[in-house]
């Protein structure tokens, strides 16, 4: 019993691994023929090769050697380099199968039903937004009207306004958001660089755009930018926020540095004063240094008499050889 199970979950191993290399074949043979489209075809990648093991792998279900796995790697490795950002899983994500009336269908790829949904929560947030502006148009046209018609039903509407006014540049800065995200979806879209993995990061960017849009109008005064005399409203804050977060943390860091102390003058160090004992000890090493160099001074002119007596001795010596020979 148990080597039948044995048998089983090795066949099931070999199965999947089997999947994975034919999954890799194709992904590579994908990458290949997008490359010869575009002219990038790397000069190591033979499509003769390709076809070979295609024919083998895919058409044939044989297994291929450990020679022709590493092949394999080796063009996935190289047309994944040279076609940096397009990848397998890009390619596919904006393969565009045909429809019935044999035209390509682009919106029915992962990355198409991605851009229809920016679409739909772009417009909704749009509809909101004018939604608000005219409510809060209405209410500033017949509010006296309101209050005197009906002051219970009053206190309510001012409330629902004011509610309005504090999301409106959140809903700005949503709006911003999903206009920068729907820009770089379509620049991906037509370099087939959209990854279906970064939808993730898409939607923490449109979080990240809504809160931004709502914070800068609490941190930033509307009345001009920088230096410039540029006047901006609050929601034309928000969608700018929404749409460039840099926008926000620039503030924040000058905001940070307004507020932050200067740097502290560190106080110099304070002397101490010198004890007698330390007085009569520099005395002493004074004397003794002056003490040296006089002793210096005492040895020097010995050392130039010196010459002089020896040479007075060389006279003596050859005055007493010429009597010798007289």
């Known amino acids: 019993m148990d080597g039948s199970v044995d048998l089983s979950a090795k066949k099931t191993m070999i199965n999947a691994e089997e999947g994975v290399l034919s999954a890799l074949l194709k992904d590579t043979m994908r990458m290949a023929s997008y490359a010869v489209e575009v002219g990038q075809l790397p000069e190591q990648v033979k499509f003769a090769e390709l076809y070979r093991l295609w024919d083998l792998k895919i058409e044939q279900s044989k297994s291929l050697t450990a020679e022709d796995i590493n092949l394999i790697e080796s063009y996935y490795r190289l047309l994944e380099e040279e076609l940096e950002p397009v990848n397998a899983v890009s390619l596919y994500a904006t393969d565009a199968k045909k429809d019935s009336q044999n035209a390509k269908d682009y919106m029915n790829t992962a990355a198409g039903k991605h851009a229809r949904n920016m679409w739909r929560m772009a417009f909704s947030i749009l509809a909101l937004i004018m939604g608000v502006n005219l409510f809060q148009y209405v209410f500033d046209m017949l509010s006296a009207d309101w209050a005197v018609a009906m002051p219970e039903d009053f206190v309510y509407i001012t409330i629902l306004y004011w509610l309005a006014a504090g999301i409106t540049p959140f809903a700005y800065g949503a709006f911003g958001a999903c206009v920068r995200l729907l820009r770089v979806t379509e620049r991906r879209l037509r370099e087939r660089s959209f990854d279906p993995r970064r939808i993730p990061e898409h939607k923490n960017r449109l979080v990240l755009g809504t809160l931004s849009g709502g914070v800068i109008v609490l941190l930033y005064s509307s009345g001009g930018v920088g230096d410039t005399d540029i006047k901006i409203t609050e929601a034309a804050l928000g969608f700018l926020a929404g749409y460039s977060i840099d926008l926000l943390f620039s503030i924040i860091d000058r905001m940070v540095k307004a507020l932050s ?27 003794a240094s002056k003490s040296s160099e006089n002793k210096a001074a005492i040895k020097e002119p010995q050392s130039e008499v010196a010459p002089l007596t020896s040479v007075l001795a060389d006279g003596d010596e050859q005055k007493a050889k010429m009597t010798k020979v007289n």
Do not use: C, E, F
């Open 261 to 287: 102390p200067g740097p502290v003058d560190t106080p110099a160090p304070i002397k101490k004063k010198a004890s007698a004992y330390d007085i009569r000890l520099a005395q002493q090493s004074n004397v």
